[in-house]
């Protein structure tokens, strides 16, 4: 269910005021993760920027606000 609602399309639109160029998505298998790979994300590179974003962290902390839709079942299961 979150392959199909975190897309890149939706990464970039949520991500829009910090990222001007593409966005790709990777999937790591094995540990059922994604890696985004955002360009044009630092306004001129890491080195000429003055949002500095060492890995990605910050933006990952924004993603984590993304609304996602749930399974009621999985619900169920939290204490």
């Known amino acids: ?7 890149e399309a939706r990464v970039a639109d949520w991500l829009a005021h910090l990222v001007k160029g593409r966005v ?5 298998p094995g540990i059922d ?3 985004f790979v955002c360009e044009q ?3 001129g590179g ?7 974003d060492p890995l990605g962290k910050g933006m990952g902390q924004i993603l984590l606000a993304v609304p996602m839709r749930v399974n009621p079942a ?6």
């Open 1 to 7: 269910m979150l392959r199909e609602q975190l897309t």
């Open 74 to 79: 999985l619900l169920a299961l939290l204490p």
């Open 41 to 43: 994300a630092l306004g």
């Open 33 to 35: 993760a994604f890696n």
């Open 24 to 28: 790709t998505r990777y999937e790591v």
């Open 46 to 52: 890491g080195m000429a920027s003055l949002r500095n």
